[in-house]
């Protein structure tokens, strides 16, 4: 049974930081490309951040780049997403995505909220 679980998020504050984790398993995490996506109120899914299966090559949003990273330990089937100096424009439920040709599998989300 392929899960998907997302966990990590909470409310902080303008500036703060936070580590999302989305726990993999019930297939091969290391075959997988891997996502983060969020979702605002009243606002399409958008793709935040990318992680090769192969090199681990990343890419990023604009409106993210140089403040979230992205990254996977595949001997421990986990992806992170760590987000700094966070804004309030980042308040979303973020989900987690693994990718491998036409399959795609998502987690639950888990929910950010950025406020003083």
């Known amino acids: 049974q392929v899960q998907l679980v997302e966990s990590g998020g909470g409310l902080v504050q303008p500036g703060e930081s936070l580590r999302l984790s989305c726990a993999a398993s019930?297939?091969?995490?290391?075959?997988?490309?891997m996502q983060w996506y969020r979702q605002a109120p009243g606002k399409e899914r958008e793709l935040v951040a990318g992680?090769?299966?192969?090199?681990?090559?990343?890419d990023y949003d604009d409106s993210v780049k140089g403040r979230f990273t992205i990254s996977r330990d595949n001997a421990k089937n986990t992806m992170y997403l760590q987000m700094n100096n966070l804004k309030p424009e980042d308040t979303a439920v973020y989900y987690c995505?693994?990718?491998?040709?036409?399959?795609?599998?998502w987690g639950q989300g888990t929910q950010v909220t950025v406020s003083s």
């Open positions: 992680v090769s299966s192969s090199y681990g090559i990343t």
């Open positions: 019930g297939f091969t995490f290391s075959s997988f490309g």
């Open positions: 995505k693994a990718v491998r040709g036409f399959s795609a599998y």
